[in-house]
């Protein structure tokens, strides 16, 4: 009887080479798995640089055009939208108007790059003057008034050429509402990437400040405790049931376990969101000399991809569209 242990078993054997160590490999990401954030402002004229994230800009309305071009022109083939609103109000009503910020913007890249897959984050806290993501009533986010606010947003968002809605208000029934917003309008083949397990996270901070967003108080009445995890598989669990073509996990490195959870759960496509502040964690880590970037940034989509995901937003898309791997 030989055993199948140690001297017999040596796992060095397959990490001998390079060649040998790719054919090995178990998971890969490419560009093709990546969806670009972007901020676009309105009545700016230059690229608004976000101090608390090192090498995003706030995207001029005017100058969106050229650079979604640019984007495109460095391989960057999915880019999701927030705007960033001069004209807010208590229920973000800006965000549906023919003429508003929303649809304007989604005209412009799609006029800019028929092919570039734009994706529009269906919620109101950038277009709210109190920063909520919904209609505020005794201090309370109202569930139902802001899931009729969302369809009607998500259809004004599919009608200016949008490619795929994100819900990301965290609202009960956000989903079937959407979907059904849609389906009457006819738009039947427009997909809605859910963001269903979505935690009330401190990692949001940067994109606050790039989005523009003065939230007072904030969202754990919507978004998830941190602490769960079996929440969290509900909620995507519901998503999906509610008609979701894609779940989203946020934040990302985090919130592996939840990912890799829901990975076993649903045979849905799978979407993580590396979001703000694990992005300036890395950026300013780097910019310290305490790590090196391409590998950590290499490092930690490939642990989303491990736990499951089949999509990565992530902030760092432009740069790996330039540049590889
Ligand atoms: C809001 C929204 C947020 C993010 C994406 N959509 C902020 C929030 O919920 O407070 C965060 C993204 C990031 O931090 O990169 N609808």
């Known amino acids: 009887m030989v055993s199948s242990a140690f001297p017999v078993t ?79 109000d208590v229920t973000g009503s800006d965000s549906w108007k023919h003429d508003g910020l929303l649809t304007r913007m989604i005209k412009r890249a799609k006029n800019a ?18 920063g909520h993501c919904g209609i505020v009533e005794d201090g309370h986010v109202h569930n139902d008034m802001t899931i009729t606010n969302l369809a009607r947003q998500a259809v004004a968002a599919v009608e200016a050429g ?6 990301s208000a965290m609202m009960d029934g956000q989903v079937v509402a959407i979907r059904q917003g849609l389906d009457e309008k006819g738009y039947i083949d427009a997909p809605i990437m859910a963001y269903s397990s979505k935690f009330a996270s401190s990692f949001y901070g940067p994109f606050r400040a790039a989005a523009g967003c003065d939230l007072k108080g904030d969202r754990k009445s919507y978004q998830m405790d941190p602490l769960n995890g079996r929440e969290a598989l509900r909620e995507s669990l519901l998503d999906e049931k509610e008609g ?20 076993e759960r ?11 502040g694990e ?42 569209a330039r540049e590889g791997f």
Do not use: W
């Open 279 to 320: 992005y300036a964690m890395i950026k300013f880590a780097a910019a310290a000399g305490a790590i090196d970037e391409k590998r950590v940034v290499r490092e930690t989509l490939g642990s989303m991809k491990r736990a499951g995901a089949d999509l990565i937003l992530t902030y760092f898309a432009r740069d790996i």
């Open 113 to 130: 790059a028929p092919d570039m897959f734009v994706i529009s984050d269906n919620c109101f806290c950038e277009y709210t003057e109190h």
């Open 10 to 88: 040596r796992l060095r054997r397959l990490r001998k080479t390079e060649t040998l160590r790719n054919l090995m490999r178990e998971t890969s990401v490419t560009s093709n798995d990546l969806i670009y954030p972007i901020f676009v402002e309105e009545g700016v004229d230059n690229l608004q640089p976000v101090t608390s994230m090192p090498g995003v800009n706030r995207i001029p309305e005017k100058k969106l055009e050229t650079e979604i071009k640019a984007m495109y022109a460095d391989g960057v083939r999915a880019v999701m939208m927030f705007g960033v609103s001069h004209k807010k």
């Open 244 to 263: 979701a073509d894609i779940l989203m996990v946020k934040p990302g490195l985090p919130y592996l376990d939840v990912l890799a959870r829901l990975r």
């Open 162 to 167: 949008a490619d795929m809605v994100a819900p």
């Open 266 to 276: 649903t045979l849905l496509p799978l979407a993580i969101y590396q979001v703000s």
